[in-house]
Nanobody
Framework: QVQLVESGGGSVQVGGSLRLSCDVS????????MGWFRQAPGEEREGVAA???????NYADSVKGRFTITKDNAKNTLYLQMNTLKPEDAAMYYC?????????????????WGKGTLVTISS
């Protein structure tokens, strides 16, 4: 079983930056596809970014060039650096993991989920 715990959410002004973290435990971290998803009120959950065990990354078009997904295998931690934040980036952000058997890309099917961390954007 994999446990995922997100942190780093908060309120930030338009144009600002925020870094989300996801602590991973309970399984061999390096064999998993990891990703970030988000869900705004009244909206469907959408994939934001993904990274596979080789470090290959994939992003949603809406965040390309602004967000960066990375992982620290030694710390078993996944990160999402978010820059140039826009009002439409406000959402609950979720960390997720999978075996990668269904592919590893933004929005790929995931097996394990964290409880989320809230990001709010103020103008």
């Amino acid at each position: 079983q994999v446990q995922l715990v997100e942190s780093g959410g908060g309120s930030v002004q338009v144009g600002g930056s925020l870094r989300l973290s996801c602590d991973v435990s309970g399984y061999t971290y390096t064999t998993y596809c990891m990703g970030w998803f988000r869900q705004a009120p009244g909206e469907e959950r959408e994939g934001v970014a993904a990274i596979d065990s080789d470090g290959y990354t994939n992003y949603a078009d809406s965040v390309k060039g602004r967000f960066t997904i990375t992982k620290d295998n030694a710390k078993n931690t996944l990160y999402l650096q978010m820059n140039t934040l826009k009002p439409e980036d406000a959402a609950m952000y979720y960390c997720a993991a999978s075996s990668g058997l269904m592919g590893c890309y933004s929005g790929a099917p995931m097996d394990y989920w964290g409880k989320g961390t809230l990001v709010t954007i103020s103008s």
